[in-house]
């Protein structure tokens, strides 16, 4: 891989796919992998309501909440609220979402690999309103 700059204009934004998210979700691809490197970073901003469906990462996830005030849960843990400057370190194979608050936007970083047989994430199904409507923690 050589030394290069990934100017603005090559990033695309586009909605995110409605099997995988609720609500509006936009998704910029900062960088896509090139051998050897396995690391995709995408910047992802969520309209109020908009979230993840479950999921989880082969090798881990970290987000990088830049604006907005988001929410994150852990599969059997609290709704826990996520704000600008925030980092969420997330383990391989944690199932978890998360997505913006129900009246707020939220755009965050979201940096992850692929494992050595290529995959990064197993989606799941959506999260049901009851649970993305907890008070968090």
Known sequence: MKPRIVRASESKTKIAPDDLFVGQVLQDQVFVPEDPSRLRVTRVTF????????????????????SGVGRYQLEGGPVEEIRPGDTVVIPPNARHWHG??????MCHLALSESDDQGNATDWQEPVADGDYTQAPA
Do not use: E, K, S
């Open 47 to 66: 309209t109020p309501g908009g979230r993840t469906n479950w999921h989880a990462h082969a090798v881990g996830q970290i987000l990088y909440v830049l």
């Open 100 to 105: 913006a608050a129900p009246d707020q936007m």
